[in-house]
Nanobody, 126 residues
């Protein structure tokens, strides 16, 4: 059974930092694209970042580029999102996502991803 468990969310002031983690099990983590999405109240789920199996290729939404860093530790089956310079508009539930298989490179569209975690709340106060 595939499980993606996010942690590390919380309340932080504008300009602060948080590090999200996603512990994966039940899948071939080291062979899969992984990603982060977020969903603010009343809004669609949106792409934040993705990383290939090796960590050598990363992509970011324009809204977080230069502030967020995605990384992974394949030995620990864990995905990370380092968030710096947080802004109130970053407030959302953050979700970890995994590709359906190693042959798929999911896009920024949430429908192209196969597995999801339950999410962790990030709140940035002004």
């Amino acid at each position: 059974q595939v499980q993606l468990a996010e942690s590390g969310g919380g309340l932080v002031q504008t300009g602060g930092s948080l590090r999200l983690s996603c512990a994966a099990s039940g899948l071939s983590f080291s062979r899969l694209f992984m990603g982060w999405f977020r969903q603010a109240p009343g809004k669609e789920r949106e792409f934040v970042s993705r990383i290939d199996w090796s960590g050598g290729m990363t992509n970011y939404a324009d809204s977080v580029k230069g502030r967020f860093i995605i990384s992974r530790d394949n030995a620990k089956n864990t995905l990370y999102l380092q968030m710096n310079g947080l802004k109130p508009e970053d407030t959302a539930v953050y979700y970890c996502a995994a590709a359906r298989s190693f042959s798929i490179a999911p896009s920024e569209q949430s429908a192209s991803w196969g597995y999801w975690g339950q999410g962790t709340q990030v709140t940035v106060s002004s």
